[in-house]
């Protein structure tokens, strides 16, 4: 761009013109920020869909908000006014929402991406050949799509308080909480995507028998001790449960008891890091074999 | 800096092995490599080629033996010796949601390079890859060579003094090997120590300086393609097809002619010094050959002669 290219490709220079900094400083770099530096690849290549991505963080929850806060709240603060604890059933489900829109985005995010990492396109043997270590791989990853789970989880905010769905002060906080219940899934389930060798329709299981019962019975469209006592478990091992409690509690004052709130945050915290560990064991034994 | 002693060799190795289970992938194999040589490993696929390029390239565990790529052992400091290279797997693994440009810019970061190095250094990169009208397009719509010029350029974002080299050129046309034969011949000109693996005789004659015939995890042979030639074979081949049908049988009349005779299925290969002396023989004995061809010796035949077996099969 800067010279005219020589006619007939003779006169190219051989290609060391500029210079690059020495590999011992590429490579304490990369022992830094590696992490940081894939996160970096997966968010640019993310950036090349990015408008189907807003256009289906903005219109998953205003569909869902219009049928269920709006449409079905009509049937049900009409006949069941008090159920709920004295909310509207728009405020009732909306941290409901809010916790499943990211467990589903993070459901995705971490199921055929990777795959494609390891199988499809070998998107991630392209880093493991460069200085970068592999526990950096999975960590860059995790980075760059718990950004992208934060910005899904703002805009759901945004919308949800455009409804008036989060009335307390504290509403905000339901974001942060939000994301860790995508990761509290999405972690465990990205343990598992890297240790699929060959996709026989894993993910397709996952979605109908996993992400969907989690979805309906987690105390998302009634509390969850409507439900009888032996389905309740779903929801206690649930991270969606965990999560909406929580949401409730900070969105709308849901009283949940200062002991159970960290049961709460200390059940998701583990579930992500025991899955972020054992993601980054498959990834070393299956990068580096 | 003074340039008369030896310089210590890039790459050393020594007794490296690397086992799966029971199978020994790479059985005990000992090489150095000075630094701006042009170093080969020729052999059949499953020779253990990529395992050895794997280990070199810091990404796979050695069961045993030592290595070390510039004094590193890669175990160790995998980082560091990653940050020498640049590498060029036998399967492209290119972001395809990137596009061409983007690429190099994404790879450049892994080594933690400034975007104000990698967007010049991209352009001159794509200009050495004769890519620059592609550098906005799709990585999905470059053909299988442009491809694998884009892996080359991505592989020399660091300017590496190490360029790893697995099958280079496998998979593509006639048109598309030599010019990237070329790129590959302007790097070695420029100073920088090229490994390569090929299956590919002529292209081990082409590029490297010196290899080591690799079958079944061991080498078989070491040396310039020429010297190897010299010590493995004979100056001249005569190629002989009698039909499938006889090749085998008339090799019995064909005894005493050239210094070794190898039957295969479809042609009988006479060594000799002299091949059009040798087909003056032939003849004189009687037998009509459908086709003949006097050649000279190729890394082919080194091949067949330590292995008994063809190098592409």
Known sequence: MTEPVPAGGQAVAPPYRLHAHPPEVSAARARKFGSWYYAEHVLRAMNSYRWTLLASSVGTPVMYLFAMGVGLATLVDRNAAGALGGVSYLAFIAPALLASATIMTAATEFTYPVMDGFKWRRVYYGPHASPLGTHQIVDGHVLAITARLTATTVVYFLIVALFGAAPSATGIAVIPVAVLSGLAFGLPLLAYSASIEEDKGQFALVMRFVVTPLFLFSGTFFPLDTLPVFLRWIGWISPLWHGTELGRALTYGHHVPLWLAAVHVLFLVVLAVVGLRRARSVYARRLGA | ?313
């Open chain 2, 1 to 313: 800096m003074p340039t008369t002693p030896p310089a210590p060799p890039v790459i050393s190795a020594h007794r490296l092995s690397k086992h799966y289970g029971d199978f020994r992938a790479v059985d005990g194999i000992s090489f150095d490599v000075p630094a701006g040589e042009s170093f080969g490993l020729l052999g059949p696929n499953g020779a253990g080629k990529s395992t050895t390029m794997r280990m070199i390239g810091g990404v796979s565990q050695r069961t045993s033996g030592q290595l070390t790529i510039m004094g590193l052992d890669p175990q160790e400091h995998g980082p560091e010796v990653r940050a020498h290279l640049g590498v060029v797997p036998q399967q492209d693994n290119l972001d395809e949601e990137l596009r061409v440009r983007d690429n190099l810019l994404v790879y450049g970061r892994y080594f933690g390079l400034p975007m104000s190095y990698l967007r010049p250094k991209a352009d001159e990169l794509l200009e050495f890859a004769q890519l620059t009208d592609k550098a906005g397009a799709k990585v999905d719509a470059l053909s299988g060579g442009m491809k694998r010029r884009l892996t080359i350029a991505r592989s020399l974002i660091n300017e590496p003094r190490i360029l790893l080299l697995d099958e280079p050129t496998t998979g593509l046309d006639p048109q598309a090997r030599h010019i990237l034969w070329d790129r590959l011949f302007r790097l070695k000109e420029s100073g920088v120590t090229l490994i390569l693996t090929t299956h590919y005789m002529d292209e081990a004659e082409q590029l490297c300086d010196r290899l080591v015939v690799v079958d079944k995890g061991r080498i078989m042979a070491e040396g310039a393609p020429a010297q190897l030639i010299r010590e493995h074979s004979t100056r001249e081949v005569l190629e002989l097809r009698f039909g499938s049908e006889r090749n085998t049988t008339v090799a019995g009349e064909l005894q005493g002619i050239g210094e070794r005779l190898e039957p295969l299925p479809d042609r009988v290969l006479i060594y000799a010094r002299d091949g059009e002396a040798a087909l003056e023989q032939v003849v004189s004995r009687g037998l009509r050959p459908l086709t003949s061809l006097v050649r000279r010796s190729s890394l082919e035949d080194v091949f067949l002669r330590l292995t008994g077996r063809s190098l592409v099969d």
